[in-house]
């Protein structure tokens, strides 16, 4: 490869930390919450590593905040084929924030990158910057197709195919086209040989934010093959309940619970007696003990208190007993937060932003977290709001997932925008698979 094409999104999930589960349409809202942007400390990153395995490539990028500037801290003295700035008057402000570029600015310089014929255009942002960049890329292979003598159009089609790469930089990661972190991303672009078609799926945000997950298939692009490009993310359908309830009965009175997003976790919450945040964090703080006498009737418990079953694949019990007793009816939990174990709590904070969340911490704390199915991040990936210093408040990490999601996942992953951070996180850990198993994963 000897040219590379960059664009970077640089307001890209800035909506993430302040609990906007995007930034399409919100960034003044953003603004006003304290967001401060993260794509321009990621895009240099990305551009770091690809400098160090390949410093003599020509770069070709947008002026100013959509590439320029990371380019250059990177060691690339850049060749620039857009400036945002145009004839509209758009503000060329070192703020990302305040630079006024738009999704119409992202095409815009795609185009740009491919009429120059860049090996490869490597993207900084989230899921709607993949569909901006690909829809311009199937354009302009169309547009190649067409103007080919009709028998070389197929091969004329397949070498207009500019691969595409993305550096995670949004709030919503859901595509196959990103690098697992900005560092991977900036040694594949450096070492690629090959490429295969990968899928661009994007979602509703506005349904989003109301706690429904709406995915589209977007398009099809090709994109470079490595292991550090991550899958589109899987639904896992296997049952929470024994897991819920097992996590249910073990929890500690005046210990702070911050819970991360997903159906995994709000089961666990619903056990607890509280209403969910699915796609947000909810912070809770139990207050007294158990009523031990009360049985649980979970069709997933035998007569004896165990599960019928138990997950495979390399996982170990993690210990404890339970014995019948009582009546075996559920008691489920309201707005007082009582659970069907005489279990009482306090929601101290629900769908928070990262500062409400450290407002409201009061130690000791246990974060919950479940990993996305089919890639593995347990941070880093929708929900930003569990930012480096809500985890540096915590004592203890759980990470809780089904058998069936494990088996498509590998090993974990984290990416918190600090590599301190991230580091400390690395290592085995035992995932809670259900009411009494674990599964040893690796966090890589």
């Known amino acids: ?41 990621r895009a240099r990153e990305a551009l770091r590593s690809l400098h160090r395995r390949a410093p003599n490539i020509t770069v070709y990028t947008a002026a100013g905040v959509m590439g320029e500037y990371a380019a250059r801290d990177a060691g690339y003295d850049p060749v620039l084929v857009y400036d945002p700035a145009g004839e509209d008057g758009k503000s060329d402000s070192t703020d990302p924030a305040s630079a006024g570029t738009t999704a119409a600015d992202t095409r815009a310089a795609v185009s740009a990158l491919l009429e120059r014929g860049v090996d490869l255009v490597l993207f900084v942002g989230g899921d709607g910057t993949a569909v901006d960049v690909a829809s311009v890329l199937e354009a302009h292979a169309s547009s190649e197709e067409s103007r080919a003598d009709p028998s070389e159009a197929v091969a004329a089609s397949r070498d207009a195919e500019t691969p595409m790469l993305g550096v ?30 990968r899928e661009v799926n994007d979602i509703d945000e506005d349904a989003y934010r ?24 899987q639904v896992s359908s296997g049952s929470v309940d024994s897991l819920a309830a097992g996590f249910a009965r073990e929890v500690e009175p005046d210990r702070t619970y911050v819970f991360g997003p997903g159906s995994t976790v709000g089961a666990i919450e619903t056990e607890l007696g509280i209403d969910p945040s699915p796609l947000g964090v909810d912070v809770w703080r139990a207050t007294d003990g158990t009523d031990e006498s009360v049985e649980s009737s979970d069709p997933a418990v035998d007569g004896t208190g165990r599960e019928d079953e138990t997950d495979g694949g390399g996982q170990e019990g993690d210990g404890g007993d339970e014995t019948g007793g009582g009546d075996g009816k559920k008691k489920r939990g309201g707005a007082s937060g009582e659970d069907r174990y005489g279990r009482k709590g306090e929601v101290l904070a629900r769908d928070a932003s990262e500062s409400e969340i450290l407002a409201v911490l009061e130690e000791p704390v ?28 915590a004592d203890e990490i759980t990470v809780v997932a089904t058998g069936e999601k494990l088996d498509e996942i590998d090993s974990l992953h984290v990416d918190t925008d600090d590599a301190e951070t991230d580091e400390q996180l690395r290592g085995w850990l035992r995932v809670r698979t259900g009411r009494f198993t674990t599964r040893l994963m690796n966090v890589v």
């Open 366 to 393: 246990t974060i919950v977290v479940s990993p996305i199915g089919g890639q593995g991040f347990v941070f880093g990936r929708g929900n930003h709001q569990i930012s480096p210093s809500v985890i540096r408040r």
């Open 1 to 41: 490869m000897e040219t590379i094409g960059v664009v970077v999104n640089p307001i890209a999930g800035m909506g993430g930390r302040v609990g906007l589960k995007g930034t399409d349409g919100k960034l003044e809202e953003a603004r006003r919450r304290g967001a401060e942007p993260r794509a321009p400390k």
């Open 168 to 197: 995670p930089a949004g709030v919503k990661i859901y595509s196959s086209v990103f690098g697992m972190t900005p560092a991977d991303a900036g040694r594949i672009a450096a070492e690629f040989d090959r490429v295969e078609t």
């Open 210 to 233: 109301e706690g429904e997950v709406r995915t589209e298939l977007r398009a099809v692009v090709p994109v470079p093959v490595a292991p550090d490009v991550q899958s589109s993310k």
